[in-house]
């Protein structure tokens, strides 16, 4: 509710922000009513009047998150199930993973891909298994990555995890 002149009223509706709900895209609608109150001995009528502004609120790409365990422990020379890393983007339908190894450290292997969706390749430098489609079947071929160490290869090893959602 605001009172006052109409050049004070019309300097603080074009000063107006407005800020959606979190995640709301689409269309939305704003009210606006004026109304003049009139001194009862110059214009004894009370005027008004109403208008609704349509706003367009468009949809932004936001970031998938990667989640999950940090830090997995292995004993040398056995498979390591890499299991509790997990994946979400509030509006992606398709997501892209790829997790990476040094070549010098083992392979990885996806005991559960669906073989159209999912890749391993060696570049030389790293072993890489790279898994594209909806955001459940990457996320459960995740859940069946294994790590195999090469022979006698022991202490820290590095796995790389990098997400796309592909733009959407």
């Given at each position: 509710?605001?009172?006052?002149?109409?050049?004070?009223?019309?300097?603080?509706?074009?000063?107006?922000?407005?800020?959606?709900?979190?995640?709301?895209?689409?269309?939305?609608e704003?009210?606006?009513?004026?109304?003049?109150?009139?001194?009862?001995?110059?214009?004894?009528?009370?005027?008004?009047?109403?208008?609704?502004?349509?706003?367009?609120?468009?949809?932004?790409?936001?970031?998938?998150?990667?989640?999950?365990?940090?830090?997995?422990?292995?004993t040398?020379?056995?498979?390591?199930?890499i299991?509790?890393?997990?994946?979400?983007?509030?509006d992606?339908?398709d997501?892209?993973?790829v997790?990476?190894?040094?070549?010098?450290?083992?392979?990885l292997?996806?005991?559960?891909?669906?073989?159209?969706?999912?890749?391993?390749?060696?570049?030389?430098?790293?072993?890489?298994?790279?898994?594209l489609?909806?955001?459940?079947?990457?996320?459960?071929?995740?859940?069946?990555?294994?790590?195999?160490p090469?022979?006698?290869?022991?202490?820290?090893?590095?796995?790389?995890?990098?997400?796309?959602?592909?733009?959407?």
């Open positions: 509710f605001l009172r006052g002149s109409a050049a004070n009223i019309t300097s603080v509706l074009v000063a107006l922000t407005y800020t959606p709900l979190p995640e709301q895209n689409g269309a939305d704003m009210k606006v009513e004026a109304v003049d109150v009139p001194s009862a001995s110059v214009f004894p009528r009370r005027t008004e009047d109403t208008e609704r502004r349509s706003l367009i609120v468009v949809a932004i790409n936001d970031f998938p998150t990667l989640g999950g365990q940090n830090v997995f422990n292995g040398e020379d056995h498979a390591l199930n299991s509790n890393i997990t994946i979400d983007d509030v992606a339908t997501m892209k993973v997790l990476s190894v040094p070549t010098d450290s083992g392979t292997a996806a005991t559960n891909p669906d073989p159209s969706e999912v890749v391993l390749f060696s570049n030389g430098d790293s072993t890489q298994l790279v898994a489609g909806p955001v459940a079947l990457v996320q459960a071929v995740i859940n069946s990555v294994v790590f195999q090469k022979a006698n290869v022991n202490g820290r090893q590095y796995l790389s995890v990098r997400l796309n959602d592909e733009g959407s």
